[in-house]
């Protein structure tokens, strides 16, 4: 049920951010490797690092809040910074929002997940002014 809630609350959180970027270019990155560079809208990303993977294969017997945060560099036009990212939040970037919306591996009964496992779905939401807006 608590999965569910998390869940339900990213979508919102997704809905919400492209709402009121309509008219703007949302931009996907899909099946995207830890270590490998890629360009989403007005940035390019490199995940260097999984910071944390809480997920639980069976939430019923969780008792902690389940989350992924992994930690991106990111270049843009205002220079190169590292960040983190956390599933289904979207972190404000030069020119819009980045959010990790998928790892691409679903979590395990049997511990830790190999970093080569990752496949990751980043998204790029256009700031509805433009990269000024930022």
């Known amino acids: ?13 997704l809905t919400a951010a492209l709402a009121a970027t309509a008219h703007a270019q949302t931009s996907v990155e899909s099946g995207l490797a830890f270590y490998r560079p890629a360009k989403i809208g007005a940035v390019e990303v490199t995940p260097f690092n999984l910071v944390s993977d809480t997920r639980c294969a ?8 389940d989350s992924v945060v992994i930690s991106v560099f990111m270049d843009s036009d205002r220079g190169p910074q590292a960040m983190n990212l956390r599933l289904g939040q ?3 970037v030069p020119g819009g929002f980045l959010m990790l919306t998928n790892t691409g591996v679903a979590p395990s009964a049997n511990g830790a997940i190999s970093i080569e496992n990752y496949r990751l779905e980043l998204v790029f939401i256009p700031d509805r002014s433009g990269p000024e807006g930022s």
């Open 58 to 65: 069976d939430p019923d017997l969780c008792l902690t809040n």
């Open 1 to 13: 049920m608590a999965h569910a809630i998390r869940l339900a609350t990213a979508a919102l959180a």
């Open 90 to 92: 979207p972190r404000r």
